[in-house]
């Protein structure tokens, strides 16, 4: 769901660049009042830096991955989430060509604001233990209905047919989505078992478990790159004015075993999106 450079006008590009700045600004600014659990803050952003590069099959020869914005909401706080987000999200567009550098703003708009923001509401307004399940699948279908907006509004294509064919598929992605989300969360919060497990050791093995099963991830194109063929606007993508591209596509240079690149570029990845964070919340 990374929209790339092209598929936007620059007036939504820059719309959404402002307002994604003043939120995340505003939720730095909560943070650093309370950095205690930096830490922690920079292996959930490792976590989800690794889930993201997983992709896996869904429908009529798509792809997708989880996004796990609404679950971080959920476990961290809303601010938490923006910043984490936001943070792998940087990260994944200047240094792996993910996502665009112009639509980074509105990247982080779908996946780092909204998509978090309906995962805590859903949570606060259903009062059931089904509630975190149904947040996971609602913080996916949001982000999806304003990438549609927003492709849109910046003219790429009609409205109806890009929803009517991300719908679909993103639903399923919800569905798996909020399944984790709802498993994660209640090992996590639920007190007859939070007190015997350690955060942080569940994020370390999590790391662990990604670096072996990330390079297995599908080669499938995601929902929107199908969508952006099926509709025919895919030639309006750009390559990424990014200044650093030295694992483009996820692949580590100079390595020709293409499992072992992805590997060593999940790796490396996982330490910039960790290291970019631990510095933002480090204690002047």
Partial sequence: MHIPDGFLSIEISLLFWIISFIVVSFSFKKLKKNSKKIILFGLAGAVIFLAQMFNFPVLGGTSGHLILGGLL????GFDSAVIIMASVLFIQSAVFHDGGIFSLGANVFNMAIISPFAAVKTKQLIKNNFSVLIAGILSVLTAVFLVS???FFSGTTELMPVLNSMLLVHLV???IEGIFSFCVYYILINKNISLKINPKKIILASIIIGLIIVPFASALPDGLEKTAEKLEFNELALNSMTPITV???YLFPGI?????????AGFFGSVIVFSLIFILMKPK
């Fill in 73 to 76: 909401a959920l476990l961290l």
């Fill in 149 to 151: 907006l927003q492709l």
């Fill in 173 to 175: 992605i919800g569905l």
């Fill in 247 to 249: 694992m483009a596509d």
């Fill in 256 to 264: 020709e075993n293409e499992l072992i690149a992805v590997s060593l």
